[in-house]
């Protein structure tokens, strides 16, 4: 079991930045891939940004640009810098864990942050 708490979502004005931290604990001695995903209300989850354990990464287009995903293994932590936040970028931000283990895949998910960006 993977156990994940984020934190660092909250309310910020369009054109501000935010950074979201995920902490791990528990199985994480193979997770294979840590990142972001967001949903929006009256929408489907959607993948924001992943970081491999080989430190490859995959944006959304909608970031590109404008988030910046990274991870410090020493600390089991995953972080999502946003920058130049767009009302567009409002939506509960999930946390999400891949790992493998005896050949078999594991996703754990966090407790989502809120992110509203409005003035």
């Known amino acids: 079991q993977v156990q994940l708490v984020e934190s660092g979502g909250g309310l910020v004005q369009p054109g501000g930045s935010l950074r979201l931290s995920c902490a791990a604990s528990?199985?994480?001695?193979?997770?294979?891939?840590m990142g972001w995903y967001r949903q929006a209300p009256g929408e489907q989850r959607e993948l924001v940004a992943l970081i491999r354990g080989g430190g490859s990464m995959n944006y959304a287009d909608s970031v590109k640009g404008r988030f910046t995903i990274s991870r410090d293994n020493a600390k089991n932590t995953v972080y999502l810098q946003m920058n130049s936040l767009k009302p567009e970028d409002t939506a509960v931000y999930y946390c999400?864990?891949?790992?493998?283990?005896?050949?078999?895949?594991?996703?754990?998910w966090g407790q989502g942050t809120q992110v509203t960006v409005s003035s």
């Open positions: 999400y864990v891949g790992r493998i283990e005896g050949g078999k895949p594991y996703t754990y």
């Open positions: 528990g199985s994480i001695f193979s997770i294979a891939v």
